[in-house]
């Protein structure tokens, strides 16, 4: 069974610049949630999602959004993208918004 | 506002030994409490989960306590070896939103 993919691995962008990072869940698992880490906050929580519906969201600015499709496939987005914005952003799935987390590699973005 | 602390932020022992973690929280009632491993580089893997109507948990060499009273969990390794040496990080599923936020985990490094 194939784990969860996160594309792209790596990225550098420049400050101003949008990014779009993918996330494809475990097949059957319905719930994906986003997370930011660095390492002095550690992991963040950004936004979960449930059948194409946002659940939950994290304490992040508008510049932040997402979206789940029906076949349960997330984005992210950051637009005007700022030094700070420079992490390891994490997508997990789940099979309901219960229970234990799947995490993928994670897309580093660097941001100069 | 409501807070997770691993109260270590890096922990050494000897092989052999057993590790002791701990995680405390302010101003939250979870339903249940994760723990995790993260090796560098790596999305955090699974560990256990356990419940807030439930004191303690087993996996192999993995033993979990969850005490609502004095809003702390302990996460003990017996006979550590160094492949257990990771980043290891609690999280809580609870509060008013209901999402799932992490501690900012303690790395634990087992010497041979």
């Known amino acids: 069974k194939a784990g969860v993919t996160q594309t792209p691995r790596y990225l550098i962008k420049t400050r101003g610049q949008q990014v779009t990072l993918s996330c494809s869940p475990i097949s059957g698992h319905r719930s994906v949630s986003w997370y930011q880490q660095t390492p002095g906050q550690g992991l963040q929580f950004l936004f979960e999602?449930?059948?194409?519906?946002?659940?939950n969201k994290g304490n992040f600015p508008g510049r932040f959004s997402g979206r789940q499709f029906s076949n349960s496939r997330s984005e992210m987005n950051v637009s005007t993208l700022e030094l700070g914005d420079s992490a390891l952003y994490l997508c997990?799935?789940?099979?309901?918004?219960?229970?234990?987390?799947?995490f993928g590699e994670g897309s580093r973005l660097t941001v100069l | 506002s409501q807070k997770i602390e691993q109260n270590s932020e890096a922990l050494n022992i000897q092989e052999g030994k057993t590790a002791t973690l701990t995680c405390n929280y302010t101003?939250?009632?979870?339903?249940?409490l994760q723990w995790y491993r993260q090796d560098p580089g790596r999305g955090p893997v699974f560990l256990l989960l356990i419940r807030e109507n439930e004191k303690e948990k087993r996996k192999e060499r993995l033993k979990v306590t969850f005490d609502t009273t004095l809003k702390q969990s302990l996460f003990h390794i017996t006979a550590s070896q160094p492949a257990d040496s990771a980043t290891y990080l609690c999280?809580?599923?609870?509060?008013?939103?209901?999402?799932?936020?992490f501690g900012k985990g303690t790395l634990l490094t087992v010497n041979p």
């Open positions: 999280a809580l599923r609870g509060g008013s939103n209901y999402k799932l936020t």
């Open positions: 101003n939250y009632s979870p339903a249940y």
């Open positions: 999602y449930f059948s194409e519906t946002q659940r």
């Open positions: 997990a799935s789940s099979l309901s918004l219960d229970g234990e987390l799947f």
